[in-house]
C-alpha cells in the first residue's frame, strides 16, 4: 500500500518562510508526476505546484516567484519551498503523486494535508 505523509506546516508571521516536505513510502516501481495543491476554507482544491519525474516544473501564478518544488527520486519525496507568504497562502496543503505500482498501473494518491497559516 503507498502512502503519501506531509510535514512542515505551521504557523508563519507574513514575509516568512516554511519548506513542505512529503515522502512517499510502500511498494511500488516509480513515481511519476508530483504536486501541492492547497485548500483554504469555503474554497476549491488549487493547484499550487507540480514537478515531472525529470524536474519540469509548473506554478499557479499567484505563487510564481515565491514557491519552489522540487523532488529528491532516491528519497521518494517531494518539497515545497514557500518564501515571501502571505495571509492568502494560508490554507491546508496536500502533497499528490502518480505511483507506478508492482502491476505495472498506474494511480494517483493523496496525503493527508498538512495545514499553513500566514498570520502575524
Known amino acids: 500500500q503507498v502512502q503519501l505523509v506531509e510535514s512542515g506546516g505551521g504557523l508563519v508571521q507574513p514575509g516568512g518562510s516554511l519548506r513542505l516536505s512529503c515522502a512517499v513510502s510502500?511498494?511500488?516501481?516509480?513515481?511519476?508526476?508530483m504536486g501541492w495543491y492547497r485548500q483554504a476554507p469555503g474554497k476549491q482544491r488549487e493547484l499550487v505546484a507540480a514537478i515531472t519525474r525529470g524536474s519540469g516544473t509548473d506554478y499557479a501564478d499567484s505563487v510564481k516567484g515565491r514557491f519552489t518544488i522540487t523532488r529528491d527520486n532516491p528519497k521518494n519525496t517531494v518539497y515545497l519551498q514557500m518564501n515571501s507568504l502571505k495571509p492568502e497562502d494560508t490554507a491546508g496543503y496536500y502533497c499528490?503523486?502518480?505511483?507506478?505500482?508492482?502491476?505495472?498501473?498506474?494511480?494517483?494518491?493523496w496525503g493527508q494535508g498538512t495545514q499553513v497559516t500566514v498570520s502575524s
Open positions: 510502500g511498494s511500488f516501481r516509480s513515481i511519476l508526476a
Open positions: 499528490n503523486a502518480d505511483v507506478r505500482g508492482t502491476n505495472w498501473a498506474t494511480n494517483n494518491y
